[in-house]
């Protein structure tokens, strides 16, 4: 069974209208563009021609990608505004022995938005941090084998 991807209905929604875009108008345009690069003629030596068929092996690569996530989506929304990290909360966590505060999107690498890092509720500190509040000291095991204390510093819903 494929690991649920976890995105707000929002997320779910673009990625939707994504791939409908690109199923409908993307697959014609890009048709469109490989019949007139044919019509230049000899398609060995037609730049034209290989360049549509690398965007069309590109667009039918995203259309797969997007069609998998669809497919596998939970729609979640955010903590429940208890304060406790979840899917979909955004996370204020300082590593032990650091001043610096790093601030994360606790969700899919699709939710990214220009000034929040994403951070998946699948690895190994997401999962760690889930269900925690601020002032919480949590402990995770990196995946090179280290242990690493966070504080939860501030949740946001």
Same mark, same amino acid.
């Given at each position: 069974?494929?690991?649920?991807?976890?995105?707000?209905?929002?997320?779910?929604?673009?990625?939707?209208?994504?791939?409908?875009?690109?199923?409908?108008?993307?697959?014609?345009?890009?048709?469109?563009?490989?019949?007139?690069?044919?019509?230049?003629?000899?398609?060995?030596?037609? /730049? &034209?021609?290989?360049?549509?068929?690398?965007?069309? =092996?590109?667009? @039918?690569? !995203?259309?797969?990608? *997007?069609?998998?996530?669809?497919?596998?989506?939970?729609?979640?929304?955010?903590?429940?505004?208890?304060?406790?990290?979840?899917?979909?909360?955004?996370?204020?966590?300082?590593?032990? /022995? &650091?001043?610096?505060?790093?601030?994360?999107?606790? =969700?899919?690498? @699709?939710? !990214?938005?220009?000034? *929040?890092?994403?951070?998946?509720?699948?690895?190994?500190?997401?999962?760690?941090?889930?269900?925690?509040?601020?002032?919480?000291?949590?402990?995770?095991?990196?995946?090179?084998?280290?242990?690493?204390?966070?504080?939860?510093?501030?949740?946001?819903?």
């Amino acid at each position: 069974m494929a690991d649920k991807v976890q995105l707000s209905q929002a997320a779910y929604d673009r990625l939707k209208a994504e791939h409908e875009d690109l199923t409908t108008r993307g697959r014609v345009d890009i048709a469109r563009k490989i019949e007139t690069a044919r019509e230049l003629g000899d398609l060995s030596e037609n /730049g &034209d021609y290989h360049a549509a068929k690398e965007e069309k =092996g590109k667009m @039918e690569g !995203r259309i797969g990608h *997007l069609a998998r996530i669809l497919r596998d989506a939970e729609i979640v929304e955010g903590g429940d505004g208890t304060g406790v990290v979840a899917p979909g909360s955004v996370v204020e966590i300082r590593y032990d /022995g &650091d001043d610096d505060v790093e601030r994360y999107l606790l =969700g899919s690498i @699709e939710e !990214r938005v220009a000034d *929040l890092e994403v951070m998946s509720p699948g690895s190994p500190l997401g999962e760690a941090l889930l269900g925690h509040k601020p002032g919480d000291v949590v402990q995770y095991q990196t995946p090179s084998g280290a242990t690493l204390a966070v504080e939860v510093v501030s949740v946001e819903s």
